[in-house]
């Protein structure tokens, strides 16, 4: 069987992205080695000063380097970028050196006129016509969301969806006893105000149910010290930042419900939320906000609820919408357990790390046939 290696450039740098091309990796040994490269200079200069690792500066700015002077033929680039990245320049000329790229992302707006007309002054350059034409010519372009997928499609016709994956076997779900008095609500991600944290935080304030109840945050961000203020006040616990897959999914296993009630802004909405697929492979019904992610992965009244989340609602109205269907789950274990059952069945289906696996294995097979 021919094997490759990859490359995975991106600006951030979440593995659990691309935990299904480590599972070909480490499972179906058809991937020689994956290098991961940060090639955004302003966050390498950040993350360098913040952890005074210099080390971390180097290696990826050499590898920057190395890939643009050398030329294999067991390589494909994969590149995870912002839509009007300057970057886009440097990609153009790894296609250049016929080296394969394959563009990967979950932004779903690719109308450059209508939704990017308030980014194009912001550049010195304007970047719409070298982002199409790499959009044309990159090998491969795979959508994380089918609302990605589709609005790609214009320009390439080598497009697929590929979403998220979850470890539905680490990820799994606990036997949940009808006699338990607590109910736990759960929110993992990062402790911002984008991410609907202070609306939750006076839904643990607000809420009335004949159920004991507790609100569980997981995450960092600059809203860990208020948290941490509030805990001996409200029905709240913070437990810190994550990182470790098995004690993340005892967290969720101990949890029964989930909520991500992000907002939407000017220039970002929730475009996936790996944190859902996580929570319904644990069979926690999820409550979340009407973005282009959730949308497609919640289906509203079958396995969690959405609730609105327009720049111009009023936080009364929205912060009314999650007590009503917290309290519905907190109340009805039976819904709670018939609506996880269903998500778990359905992350299974469309996420479970195997069957992505398996959608990636075939377009890089393509790629390199």
Sequence with gaps: MYKFTLRIFHEYGDPRHFSA??????????????????????????????????????????????????????????????????????????????????????????????????????????????????????????????????????????????????????????????ERDLVVVLFIGRLIEEKGMLELID??????????????????????????????????????????????????????ILVLPSKRRRKWEELFGIVLIEAMSCGLPVIASNHVGPREIITHGYDGFLIQSDPDLDRTRFIKEIIEYVRLLAENIDLRLEMGRRGRQKVKQLYDVKVVAEKWREVLERIMA
Excluded at 56 to 67: D, M, P
Excluded at 224 to 243: D, F, H, Q, T
């Design 203 to 256: 839904v643990a304030r607000k809420i009335k149910t004949c159920q004991k109840i507790e609100f569980w945050f997981v995450g960092q961000g600059p809203l860990r010290s208020y948290l941490n203020k509030l805990e001996s006040r409200l029905p709240i616990k913070y437990l810190g930042y994550i990182n470790d897959g098995v004690l993340l999914s005892k967290v969720y296993q101990e949890a029964d």
């Design 21 to 178: 091309l480590f599972f070909l990796k480490e499972r179906q040994n058809i991937i020689n080695s994956i290098e991961q490269i940060v090639f955004d200079p302003k966050i390498l200069i950040y993350k360098t000063l913040k952890s005074f690792n210099f080390n971390y500066l180097a290696r990826n700015v050499t590898a920057l380097f190395k890939s643009m002077s050398s030329r294999e033929t067991d390589i494909i680039n994969i590149v995870g970028m912002a839509p009007l990245h300057y970057f886009v320049y440097y990609f153009q000329r790894l296609n250049l050196k016929r080296e394969p790229v394959v563009y990967f992302t979950s932004w779903p707006y690719w109308n450059f006129e209508k939704r990017y007309g308030y980014w194009v002054h912001e550049y010195p350059l304007d970047l719409r016509k070298p982002w199409i034409d790499f959009l044309r010519r990159v090998n491969a372009i795979v959508c994380v969301t089918r609302a990605s997928y589709k609005a790609l499609r214009k320009y390439s016709k080598k497009c697929f969806w590929i979403p998220h994956s979850v470890d539905t076997l680490l990820f799994k779900p606990r036997e949940r006893s009808k």
